[in-house]
Nanobody, 121 residues
Framework: QVQLVESGGGLVQAGGSLRLSCVASGNIDSINTMAWYRQAPGNQRELVATITRGGTTNYVDSVKGRFTISRDNAKNTLYLQMDSLKPEDTAVYYC???????????????WGQGTQVTVSS
């Protein structure tokens, strides 16, 4: 029904940048809040940033000033610009979205498959 597909992960040196993308496709009527999460080995999944349909953003303290979340509602696409990357940013990054399917009156949460980000020191 719905797929979220992330891209843009990779290996980068500390201080470098990466831009993650997440494209939603399927039987979509609208997409409300979207978010990026990350999970490092041995750690719980952590909320990194959120963005509402209207563009209101929130960030976890550890990425404020370095990461920027944005979205293109016309393209059902979510972005995460990551600058000044640190080794502690190494994790699998997941896209999450609250999606209203056509013919439903409520939102359902969907997850992408994850994309690996590795920051070397």
């Amino acid at each position: 029904q719905v797929q979220l597909v992330e891209s843009g992960g990779g290996l980068v040196q500390a201080g470098g940048s990466l831009r993650l993308s997440c494209v939603a496709s399927g039987n979509i009527d609208s997409i409300n809040t979207m978010a990026w999460y990350r999970q490092a080995p041995g750690n719980q999944r952590e909320l990194v940033a959120t963005i509402t349909r209207g563009g209101t953003t929130n960030y976890v303290d550890s990425v404020k000033g370095r990461f920027t979340i944005s979205r293109d509602n016309a393209k059902n696409t979510l972005y995460l610009q990551m600058d000044s990357l640190k080794p502690e940013d190494t994790a699998v990054y997941y896209c999450n979205a609250d999606i209203r399917l056509i013919s439903l009156s409520f939102d359902l949460p969907y997850w992408g498959q994850g994309t690996q980000v590795t920051v070397s020191s």
